[in-house]
């Protein structure tokens, strides 16, 4: 009796063919689960092998351009439908066409596209290189150096001025302000146009502007890996024995800009494609316009109804030439090296005929579709393509869409984009300032029951004529404000607590950040709402001054009155409110 024994070990054999078959696959790149680093430790930082700051947003290279244009130019059912259409017209057998009459129109087609691409590659390599270019300042062996952005490190130490964008995200070590306080502008990440505080560790603010200092410090930091979730962060320093959680607010996103403050210190933990601004941006991919999907599925019809008609030509042929047709090659015969013939003898002699009616029929169906080629119409991408650039000269020269305030004119950055706009049916929007300007003023309000804004009828009547009241005796007054109930700034004057009491929590009760960058008091708002409010407060004499993440300073009757700041009940998508 044989006893077959399996073994799940592979052969030498089999060994050898695995190895050669996935010699050449890349090595899958290792899931980076936490990310350690330490400040001011190049050499331990590059064995991480965490990415640099270099960026690329482009497509194509010189090399990859024409392969990979014309990979996603033929995505389209046209241009491919054209492809085979002219591979089988070099078969002499079954075209009578020249092959020019289809390589001229499918190349200018493809040249108009491939032109319109380069050109929109070529800006973003442009950007690219503005950006990687860019000179921020690191700090290194006591001094700061001046270093392009692509150059810059993870664990280097950067200095930020006032107006500077982030170039990484940071660990935010110290800054000109108390408690190492400064304050951020996000519209490049979220759209916000407010101010955002950020506040460093007291353990770290305390290294100041003292580059000895910053040049010598050392600490390990360990944290969440590169990720897109803006809003979180959660990571801990160990600095000595001394082990210090990070939070979302210790840190400088990229895309953000440093605003109300002189300067500040950061670490960079994540650079270029790692930073969470990239990670939410992904690649730049070929984008099919819904006209385009339109053109794709009548295309397709169009092609399944020529498919039909060579069909059904063919099949008729075929009966034909079976009937009859094979009676006439004696006067127009076939090529024998294609079909195959007969010799034939009859009451008049011997004749050649053909028997393969099939083989007829399918050659006959091809030179059908190379006669009825032009039902597919290529003529229409190109005018498509000249439609679409024209279109988004007309956006770029209409002067009705020039917004004189801010000296901005409407900018196409796609030619496909009045093929979108066109064909919008409905608009989601999270409210309704996204549509319109969303200017707020200050207009009526209630205290202690107790309307106050109501015009009289006399007053009414006036209309345009109506004169606002004069706050020229604050000197923190804003020209643009107009209110004209006299009655709520006599009440106000006249030390009326109700009103006192609705001003003061007017002035504090906000997430304002007030900009003192100018001479001008200018308050960064979180909403217009909020914006109003406060600078009605402030016309009628409850000025709020400034913040700090403990306290709220504000000015009542030229006398400054600070407050302890508890809480922020900020929204949340976890309050929803």
């Known amino acids: 009796?044989?006893?077959?024994v399996m073994s799940d070990e592979p052969s030498t054999v089999m060994k050898i063919f695995y190895r050669f078959c996935f010699c050449f696959r890349p090595k899958p790149k290792p899931v980076e689960e936490k990310r350690r680093l330490k400040v001011n430790d190049r050499t331990f930082n590059e064995k991480m092998k965490h990415a640099n700051n270099y960026i690329k947003t482009s497509k194509y290279s010189l090399i990859t351009f024409v392969p990979k244009n014309l990979f996603e130019q033929f995505r389209r059912l046209t241009n491919t439908y054209f492809l085979v259409l002219l591979v089988l017209q070099f078969i002499p057998q079954i075209s009578s066409l020249s092959p020019w009459t289809t390589i001229l129109p499918l190349v200018a087609v493809l040249l108009v596209t491939g032109v319109k691409d380069a050109v929109d590659d070529i800006n973003r390599h442009s950007s690219d290189n503005d950006v990687n270019n860019r000179i921020s300042k690191i700090v290194r062996n006591k001094k700061l150096e001046a270093e392009k952005w692509m150059n810059v490190k993870v664990g280097d130490i950067m200095r930020l001025e006032n107006n500077n964008f982030v170039a990484a995200d940071m660990l935010l070590l110290s800054s000109s302000e108390p408690n190492g306080l400064c304050y951020i502008e996000t519209t490049d990440l979220d759209g916000e146009t407010n101010l955002k505080a950020r506040q460093a560790l007291t353990e770290t603010a305390e290294l100041g502007d003292n580059?000895?200092?910053?040049?010598?410090?050392?600490?390990?930091?360990?944290?969440?890996?590169?990720n897109n979730r803006?809003?979180?962060?959660?990571?801990?320093?160990?600095?000595?024995?001394?082990?210090?959680?990070?939070?979302?607010d210790q840190v400088l996103?990229?895309?953000?800009?440093?605003?109300?403050?002189?300067?500040?210190?950061?670490?960079?933990?994540?650079?270029g494609r790692d930073t969470k601004l990239m990670m939410n941006s992904g690649k730049t991919i070929f984008k099919s316009t819904s006209l385009d999907a339109f053109l794709n599925r009548l295309i397709v019809g169009i092609v399944f109804f020529l498919i039909a008609l060579c069909t059904t030509a063919a099949v008729f042929c075929g009966f034909w030439e079976y009937s009859t047709g094979q009676h006439f090659t004696m006067y127009l015969p076939w090529d024998p090296t294609i079909i195959p013939v007969v010799t034939e003898t009859g009451d008049k002699g011997e004749r050649q005929i053909s028997r393969d009616a099939a083989l007829i029929s399918a050659l006959i169906f091809f030179s059908y579709l190379m006669l009825l080629n032009t039902l597919v119409p290529i003529s229409l991408y190109v005018s498509v393509e000249i439609i679409r650039v024209l279109h988004s000269w007309f956006i770029n020269w209409d002067v009705q869409m020039y917004y004189e305030e801010k000296d901005i004119v409407a900018r196409a950055r796609t030619t496909t984009l009045n093929d979108e706009l066109g064909q919008v049916q409905y608009i989601f929007s999270d409210k309704t300032g996204t549509l319109t300007q969303n200017i707020m003023t200050f207009n009526k309000c209630s205290i202690d029951g107790k309307v106050y804004g109501d015009l009289t009828e006399e007053q009414a009547a006036q209309?345009?004529?109506?004169?606002?009241?004069?706050?020229?005796?604050n000197k923190w007054s804003e020209p643009e404000f107009k209110f004209y109930d006299p009655q709520l700034l006599e009440d106000t004057k006249g030390s009326n607590e109700k009103v006192a009491e609705f001003w003061r929590l007017i002035a504090l009760c906000h997430t304002i950040m007030p900009d003192r960058s100018s001479k001008e008091l200018v308050y960064q708002a979180q909403s217009p709402d909020e914006g109003a409010l406060v600078a009605a407060a402030r016309n009628f004499g409850y000025v709020f001054k400034s913040r700090t993440p403990k306290s709220i300073t504000i000015e009542v009757d030229g006398k400054?009155?600070?407050?302890?700041?508890?809480?922020?009940?900020d929204f949340d998508n976890v309050r929803k409110r």
Do not use: H
């Open 253 to 271: 996103l990229r895309g953000c800009r440093l605003r109300n403050t002189k300067w500040c210190y950061g670490m960079v933990i994540f650079a």
């Open 230 to 248: 803006i809003s979180e962060f959660e990571g801990r320093i160990t600095i000595g024995s001394q082990t210090l959680p990070i939070e979302n």
């Open 211 to 226: 580059l000895t200092s910053l040049t010598n410090f050392k600490a390990e930091v360990l944290c969440e890996p590169p």
């Open 463 to 473: 209309g345009k004529d109506l004169k606002p009241l004069d706050f020229s005796e």
């Open 1 to 4: 009796m044989t006893t077959l």
């Open 560 to 569: 400054e009155e600070l407050y302890d700041l508890l809480c922020i009940l």
